[in-house]
Nanobody, 121 residues
Framework: VQLVESGGGLVQPGGSLRLSCAGS????????IGWFRQAPGKEREGASC???????FYPDSVKGRFTISRDNAKNTVFLQMNSLKVEDTGVYYC????????????????WGQGTQVTVSS
């Protein structure tokens, strides 16, 4: 089982990035994919999730700015991040759990290695 994130980088405040999470080694259609982020010195927090059925969830901090989507034919989940803020800076991880989005990180079974997002002028 493998999850690989990509798409991170340095962007100015107000800019956009699109992260990708590519999965292999499991039936991608049957999993929920969550995005989490961790800023230096802070706890990891959820950034979004999409269930196997396509239901999406966002915390208030990113609602209206981030959009999660999935392309099961490509075994990939995308996180489109618009109107980025300095406080969006951190390492972004994707994680997989069977079928449904989970409330906390430890409930996810598999994790990627992370991709760095830096929002700075």
């Amino acid at each position: 089982v493998q999850l690989v994130e990509s798409g991170g980088g340095l962007v100015q405040p107000g800019g956009s990035l699109r992260l990708s999470c590519a999965g292999s080694g499991f039936t991608f259609d049957d999993v929920a994919i969550g995005w989490f982020r961790q800023a230096p010195g802070k706890e990891r927090e959820g950034a979004s999730c999409i269930s196997a059925a396509g239901n999406t969830f966002y915390p208030d901090s990113v609602k209206g700015r981030f959009t999660i989507s999935r392309d099961n034919a490509k075994n990939t989940v995308f996180l489109q991040m618009n109107s980025l803020k300095v406080e969006d800076t951190g390492v972004y991880y994707c994680a997989a759990a069977e079928f449904s989005c989970r409330a906390t990180g430890p409930e996810y079974d598999y994790w990627g290695q992370g991709t760095q997002v830096t929002v700075s002028s």
